[in-house]
T-cell receptor, first 109, second 113 residues
Framework: GENVEQHPSTLSVQEGDSAVIKCTYSDSASNYFPWYKQELGKRPQLIIDIRSNVGEKKDQRIAVTLNKTAKHFSLHITETQPEDSAVYFCAASFQKLVFGTGTRLLVSP | DVKVTQSSRYLVKRTGEKVFLECVQDMDHENMFWYRQDPGLGLRLIYFSYDVKMKEKGDIPEGYSVSREKKERFSLILESASTNQTSMYLC????????????FGPGTRLTVL
């Protein structure tokens, strides 16, 4: 079955810096890669997703890149703000979603 | 706006009790999911359902069962609760299978004593 590895487990940055979270997946048939953000005490919410026919997707300060050959994908957050502090989960799907173990991002003012 | 609700935010049960966790969605979604969330382990799929009366095992189904008698409601059942089932349980729903946004409920933090 699919296995998704996510790194780092924790990431601390200063406000205004960039943050990068990386994930690798095992099933080459996976073709959908969403990212979820979970703020403290709240439910996970989708922030961006990418499908396997696209190499990069941007939405304001957030971007995701996908390398199908290497089977890895990354979340990039530019100009980080304190409200970006949360746990971020990557996931990969062919028929069902498999989540990574999460990255706790802390943005210090 | 999609709304997914769960019957309890916090629940405390004793070892051996039968526990029911209920999830309701109001957007006519076909697909519903139960996950458990543990620190360092992420979200792990317990069971899912793509249609009424249909259920499929996820990655960690042992010790759990589910029921989907109506499209909007998906119940997770712990037949005989054990301490290692202490966790946060999250329900989710989606319109399409596999490659679609999942909308999560607020979660139920279950403690088994």
């Amino acid at each position: 079955g699919e296995n998704v590895e996510q790194h780092p487990s924790t990431l601390s940055v200063q406000e205004g810096d960039s943050a990068v979270i990386k994930c690798t997946y095992s099933d080459s048939a996976s073709n959908y890669f969403p990212w979820y953000k979970q703020e403290l005490g709240k439910r996970p919410q989708l922030i961006i997703d990418i499908r396997s026919n696209v190499g990069e997707k941007k939405d304001q300060r957030i971007a995701v890149t996908l390398n199908k050959t290497a089977k890895h994908f990354s979340l990039h957050i530019t100009e980080t703000q304190p409200e970006d502090s949360a746990v971020y989960f990557c996931a990969a799907s062919f028929q069902k979603l498999v989540f990574g173990t999460g990255t706790r991002l802390l943005v210090s003012p | 706006d999609v709304k997914v609700t769960q019957s309890s935010r916090y629940l405390v049960k004793r070892t051996g009790e039968k526990v029911f966790l209920e999830c309701v969605q109001d957007m006519d979604h076909e697909n519903m999911f139960w996950y458990r969330q543990d620190p360092g382990l992420g979200l792990r799929l317990i069971y899912f359902s793509y249609d009424v009366k249909m259920k499929e095992k996820g990655d960690i189904p042992e010790g759990y069962s589910v029921s989907r008698e109506k499209k909007e409601r998906f119940s997770l059942i712990l037949e005989s609760a054990s301490t290692n089932q202490t966790s946060m349980y999250l329900c989710a729903s989606s319109l399409l299978q596999g490659k679609d946004t999942q909308y999560f409920g607020p979660g139920t933090r279950l403690t088994v004593l």
